[in-house]
């Protein structure tokens, strides 16, 4: 598929939300929305109420990243607030059938994260269970981070996988993108591209947009 970006709100200015989404909203593939609960990553982000706020000032699809211990607990909440795609680590759901189910029940995307440490093949048995693969490219809980190029490996396992068993996955990269990582990334089979610093830390957020795709195409 053509590559999408994914600008995470995460290095937006939190004063500013609404103008910092705007900014994005015509130019950008997605919003990603990082959920931390100080608790499966040190460190706290963002919920439910400000989830709902963003939505009345988007209409991009919302990819929620659930940095959190019992990611299930809060589907139901996330899909009234506006989400559309949940993420979940598998390193807090060993297994996550029930909450996949739970998710498209909500009519919500469903996706699992593997960690900078976790092998693909933790995620293997329920890939067909799954709209996206997210593989960490930083260790989860901060942006600005530099980009830990041994994951690729496991991002070209995914591919191979899904590739060889036909499944519809669309895997995701998430940490350290610039336009010097992202075509590496490409070039091992990554669709969509979260991209925190390298958007939000530029004054022209449809330029860095720009920038990141013409990097990967
Ligand atoms: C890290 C988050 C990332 C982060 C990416 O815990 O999951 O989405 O915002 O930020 P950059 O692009 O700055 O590495
Ligand atoms: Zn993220």
Redesign the pocket.
Known sequence: MSAKIAP?I??ADFGHLASEVESINQHADML?V?IMDGHF?PNLSLGMPVVRALRRHSNLPFDC?L?MTNPDAYLVELAAAGATIVTMHIEAIPDPTEAAAKARDLELGFGLVINPGTPFGAVLPFVELCDLVVVMS?E??????TFIDEVLREVEAARNFIDSEGLGADIEI????TTVTAPRARSAGVDIF?????VFGEVNRGDAIENLRKAIT
Not at 140 to 145: A, E, R, S
Not at 174 to 177: L, Q, R, Y
Not at 194 to 198: E, I
């Open positions: 995470s995460l290095a990603h990082d990553v990243h940095m930083v989860p809980g901060h942006g600005g981070q998430d940490g350290g993108i979260v991209a925190g610093t390298s």
